[in-house]
């Protein structure tokens, strides 16, 4: 809450020196996505490098998870990956506030269905972006079935994030997007689709086959070798997969800018008696000084169009 000195600030001076204010203004937004499509693939790739040198796994196409169970690498691997949750997050947010955007600027018959399906969209995007985290902070030898609710949060909630922002995207043609990039995440949305239905159908029966020692070193000796490389190269690419769908809004990004947050402060319906001072910030600024007491204590004021009703506004303290 804003906090001024009321003796050193009178209303010509506060109404003059806010409105001078501006928002601070984040451009570049499309760095959000560019930065999960580098640093995801990243990732993996730096941990597997480790992985292979510190022979923790094996060359022959390892699960993901498989690169970052050991330590140092699973260290760097748990880092790394909260911070492209955090990107993803932040990316989900960014398209959810686009979409709203444009659909309020722009209305249209298709208005109403895509703002409902962008809410949904928002949550979808959150979980998958928090099944990320899980799977960087609870490692499979260590809390499976954490690990793996994380897994079926990232790839599944995904898979359906991806589906759903490849529905939107058709809708919103040609206004926000493309008919050809509408394109490109249908064929992104289906490829994960098949990846995710044979990963988690080869991956039990791998398992099933399985009489090793460790599964995080997987020979053909083993046994079930051959559904365990299918299950391996499915979760591969569908990394990819959601990799390059997060690249996709990196061009609509380009187009827009963000303005720091306004903050409101909500008022009580009966009247501001724990407080006495009142301004509007931003364009429509006016202040509200006590002027005098009634016999019942009562303050009155100059000029305010609505103190109960306001969209923005801050409080000022005695």
């Known amino acids: 809450m804003f906090r001024f000195n009321k003796k050193s600030v ?10 001078q204010t501006k928002r601070m203004v984040l451009a570049k937004i499309y760095f959000l996505p560019l930065a999960v499509f580098i640093l995801l693939p990243g990732t993996f790739i ?44 932040a ?12 659909y309020r600027d722009h209305l249209s018959n298709e208005s109403r269905l895509v703002l409902r399906l962008n809410m949904v969209g928002l949550w979808l995007g959150w979980i998958a972006a928090f099944g990320v985290s899980l799977v960087a902070n609870f ?5 499976f079935i954490i690990h ?7 790839f599944g909630i995904g898979m359906f994030y991806a589906w759903l922002q490849t529905l939107m995207s058709y809708y919103m043609f040609p206004l926000v997007n493309s008919l050809l990039m509408a394109r490109l995440r249908l064929v992104l ?25 460790d599964k995080t070193k997987w020979y053909q000796k083993d046994g079930g070798f051959a559904s365990h490389v299918i299950a391996t190269v499915s979760e591969w690419i569908l990394a990819l997969a959601f990799d390059l769908y997060f690249l996709s809004f990196v061009r609509e990004l380009q187009n827009i800018t963000m303005a720091s947050p306004k903050v409101i402060f909500l ?11 009142i301004y509007h910030s931003e364009d429509n600024l006016e202040v509200a000084f006590p002027k005098s007491r009634g016999s019942m ?11 109960n009703s306001v969209t923005t506004e801050a409080v000022i303290h005695r």
């Open 10 to 19: 009178g209303p010509s001076r506060l109404s003059h020196s806010h409105r």
């Open 148 to 154: 793996m609710i994380g897994a079926m949060m990232a």
């Open 267 to 277: 008022t009580e319906e009966t009247g501001m008696s724990s407080t006495s001072d």
């Open 91 to 102: 990316t989900v947010y960014v398209r959810y506030k686009q979409v709203e955007q444009y």
């Open 297 to 307: 204590g009562s303050v009155t004021t100059e000029t305010v169009n609505s103190i």
């Open 189 to 213: 949305s289906i490829v994960s689709t098949v990846c995710f239905i044979i990963l988690n159908v080869a991956t039990p029966l791998s398992l099933q086959q399985f009489h090793g020692k």
């Open 139 to 143: 490692q499979e030898t260590s809390v």
């Open 46 to 89: 730096l941990t597997y490098v480790i992985s292979i040198l510190l022979r923790d796994v094996e060359v022959g196409f390892p699960y993901i998870s498989d690169t970052g169970t050991y330590v140092p690498e699973s260290c760097i691997f748990g880092q790394l990956l909260n911070l492209v949750a955090s990107l993803i997050a």
